[in-house]
């Protein structure tokens, strides 16, 4: 399954993308947000993943710049969907993550049937939470001490959501 943007395609991941996306997460400017990854937590996360993954390559003229997954919540009463994505340093600041969002965001609600999606990046992550908002997605709140940085010490996060009609 091969989605279509305005100027990126996401296309599922492959075990060829391993060294890619490793070589990206390593980028400061993403390993600061994502975290330590070698070759193996590439492939166990984000290339076979968990069975409610859909894990995608972000591709501009055919070469990856990015990752895109979404990770659905599919207990009916709590349906729901949350969507998690990097890019290469060169690759930020243009709109492509507003346009990777948008894509996988109107395909989840489109295609799959949710009426509500999530993003939950960290509360000092401006720039994400800047781009998130643009594509229509709304502060719920913040989660203290929700996630443990790359030093070790335990960070906030902003939970935003999405409902069908919302997005931009
Ligand atoms: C977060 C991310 C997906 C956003 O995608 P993007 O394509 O870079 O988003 P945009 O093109 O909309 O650019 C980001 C916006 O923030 C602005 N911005 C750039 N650097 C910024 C900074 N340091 N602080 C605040 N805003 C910043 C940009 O100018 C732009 O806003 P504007 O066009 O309204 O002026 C991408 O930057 C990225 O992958 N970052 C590294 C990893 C990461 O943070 N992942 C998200 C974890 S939740």
Redesign the pocket.
């Known amino acids: 399954m091969e989605l279509r943007g305005r100027h990126v395609t996401l296309r599922p991941t492959v075990a060829a993308d391993a060294s890619t996306l490793a070589a990206i997460l390593a980028e400061p400017?993403?390993a600061r947000?994502?975290g330590d990854f070698d070759l193996d937590r590439v492939v166990a996360e984000l290339i076979v993943g968990d069975p409610d993954e859909t894990p995608f390559a972000i591709e501009q003229d055919g070469i990856v710049i990015?990752y895109i997954q979404a990770v659905e919540e599919n207990e009916p009463d709590f349906r729901s969907a949350g969507i998690?994505?990097?890019?290469r340093t060169d690759a930020?600041?243009?709109?492509?993550?507003?346009d990777a969002i948008r894509t996988l965001a109107a395909h989840l609600i489109d295609e799959r049937g949710h009426h509500r999606l999530t993003i939950d990046?960290a509360a000092a992550?401006?720039?994400?939470i800047?781009?998130y908002e643009?594509v229509g997605f709304r502060r719920v709140g913040i989660m203290r001490r929700y996630w443990r940085d790359p030093a070790g010490e335990w960070q906030d996060g902003l939970l935003l959501d999405l409902l069908a009609g919302e997005l931009s």
Do not use: I, K, M, S
């Open positions: 400017e993403v947000w994502w990015g998690d994505l990097f890019l930020q600041g243009r709109g492509h993550g507003p990046p992550n401006e720039r994400a800047r781009c643009r």
